[in-house]
């Protein structure tokens, strides 16, 4: 049995219990008034003694062919979508018509409706998600609401941090992280919820206290097809508000109606970077953000509440890191915080790894900023936030890359927003995975045009040839990867950090021009 990182269920569970819950077709085995279960899981290798295991059909394996292997490991009954030409004598088989959403219910039980007991916070949208629900739980702590947060490769409960491999887990493994925020104290939860998990039914049966759209645009069209259909699985968040939840909106984004439209007027909180703007959606309530001063080391910004304004300083750079501000104190004012507690909760020293992290060169005054942007929109917002801080004759030097087995038509777009706005471009490997990177850097290349450009497939070596470039007014931005810790080439995961990377070649270039 693999050892799990998250909490186990408090209590055994009566199988007879969870069947009018998870709406079962059809039994096969002893009596479920008979059995009880310890642990609930959707992988074999964490099934054991008095487990109940749950076979999912994935994109890569379906978990009904290992039901064998749950069973030898100890589960006492099964969850599944086809019944096996041959049950197991002495085990439990219920037949669902979808195995995703009977986890889910079956999931809740277990952890002793832990979701129900929380405020939960869902953030969704293609870009800022991470730095929003960061802020919005760092601001919910800081005013007296103890808040866990769940997103990009992290849980944080209190001071503890559990590494994820998804943004949003699956559900089981969710409901079990509600129950250790439960025990350590927290009411509300901050989470960022993908767009895979709304439409894979992770979040199902979670009902959310509020729900975020920060902005749309184009990524993942490997698995959503077409950008409507993307809209359409972040808009299922908006269905599962609570009676009296609210939803906060980027009003200024194209998607906004469409995402308000699942949403009561009165319960729609409206957030635009236009302060005088008459355009916004029909709302409750309207939020609005001025941006007085921009520098490398921070932003001055004036937060517009429905009933005050609010100065706040804050590190953050750029105009859309103030739209997630804005986003952030429009929650706090739903959950209860004046515009004052809202305002002093956010000026406190906030920092997101990855996301527009700065790099600097102490001795020099040189500086880079590494960021996870990896889609179009991400790098074109980046690179207009750096150029606004570019001071003349200083350059705009970018390196970036494009995933390999990924959304290809992102590719020539990216080269063509890197030409648009960086002096100098380095193309690179970003996560090449199974394909050939000089095919990826083939197709970015394609949309550059009109800027000067060096193509260089080891990440190392660009950026250490863009340091080498640098002068002292010049500005870095390396992007695609952020808060990643590794490179995924052939298959294999290696050891790779751009901040790592960026004070490497800061000091051994300090070191050979002295």
């Known amino acids: 049995m693999q050892e799990s990182i998250y909490s186990r269920p408090p209590a055994p569970v009566r199988l007879a219990d969870l069947l009018g819950l998870i709406g079962f077709l059809e039994l096969s085995g002893p009596d479920p008034a008979s059995l009880t279960a310890i642990t609930i899981t959707a992988d074999s290798r964490e099934s054991g003694p008095g487990s109940l295991f749950v076979a999912i059909r994935g994109f890569v394996a379906d978990g009904h062919a290992f039901i064998d292997t749950a069973i030898r ?15 197991v004598s002495g085990v439990l088989f219920i037949l669902v018509a979808d195995a995703r959403k009977a986890l889910a219910e079956a999931a809740r039980v277990f952890y002793a409706y832990a979701s129900d007991r929380l405020m939960l916070i869902g953030v969704t ?25 769940i997103g990009t490769g992290l849980c944080r409960i209190g001071s503890r941090d559990i590494l994820l491999e998804r943004t949003t887990p699956e559900a089981h493994e969710l409901q079990a992280l509600f129950f250790g925020m439960l025990e350590e104290g927290c009411v509300a939860a901050v989470m960022e919820v993908s767009s895979h998990a709304l439409v894979l039914d992770r979040v199902y049966a979670l009902r959310f206290r509020c729900g975020v759209f920060t902005n749309l645009s184009v990524d993942h069209l490997d ?27 980027n009003s200024d984004d194209p998607y906004s109606a469409f995402m ?15 302060p005088d703007s008459r355009e916004m959606l029909s709302c409750g309530k309207r939020f609005s953000v001025s941006v007085k001063e921009r520098k490398v080391i921070g932003t001055m910004l004036e937060l517009h509440f429905p009933d005050e304004t609010s100065a706040l300083q804050t590190e953050l750079p750029g105009k859309y ?25 956010l000026r406190k020293p906030f920092s997101v790894p990855g996301r527009m992290e700065r ?14 942007a990896h889609t179009p929109d991400a790098l074109e917002k980046a690179l207009c936030t750096l150029r606004e801080l570019t001071t003349p004759p200083g350059r705009l030097v970018v390196v970036f890359g ?14 063509r927003i890197a030409s648009d706005y960086a002096d100098f471009v380095y193309i690179t490997s970003d996560n090449p995975r199974n394909e050939d990177p000089e095919t990826i850097l083939d197709a970015i290349e394609q949309g550059i045009s009109g800027v000067s450009y060096k193509r260089i497939s080891c ?21 695609g990867k952020g808060h990643e810790t590794y490179q995924e080439i052939a298959g294999k995961k290696h050891y790779f950090s751009d901040q790592e990377m960026l004070r490497e070649c800061f000091r051994d270039d300090r070191l050979t021009q002295g």
Not at 265 to 274: A, K, P
Not at 321 to 345: D, F, I, K, P, W
Not at 462 to 474: G, P
């Open 260 to 274: 308000a439209s699942r949403v009561p007027e009165d319960r729609r909180f409206c957030c635009s970077m236009q």
């Open 402 to 415: 494009c995933g390999g087995n990924r959304d290809t038509t992102k590719r020539p777009l990216m080269g």
């Open 359 to 372: 790099v600097w060169d102490e001795v020099t005054g040189r500086c880079g900023f590494v960021d996870y």
């Open 459 to 479: 990440r190392a070596d660009a950026i250490r040839q863009a340091v080498a470039s640098l002068r002292s007014d010049d500005v870095l931005l390396v992007a």
């Open 321 to 345: 890191n103030a739209m997630n501000l804005l986003e952030a104190a429009a929650v706090g004012s739903g959950m209860g915080m004046t515009s004052g507690e809202v305002a002093e909760a």
């Open 125 to 149: 949208g293609t870009n800022g998600k991470t730095t929003t629900a960061r802020l919005i739980a760092g601001m919910l702590n800081a005013g007296g609401i103890p808040a866990a947060y």
């Open 73 to 87: 490991n100890g589960a006492v009954a099964v969850i599944c979508e086809t019944l096996p030409m041959h049950p």
């Open 223 to 249: 698995f959503h097809h077409t950008l409507d259909e993307y809209a359409r699985a972040k808009q299922f968040l908006f269905d599962q508000l609570e009676p009296d939840g609210f939803a906060v909106i």
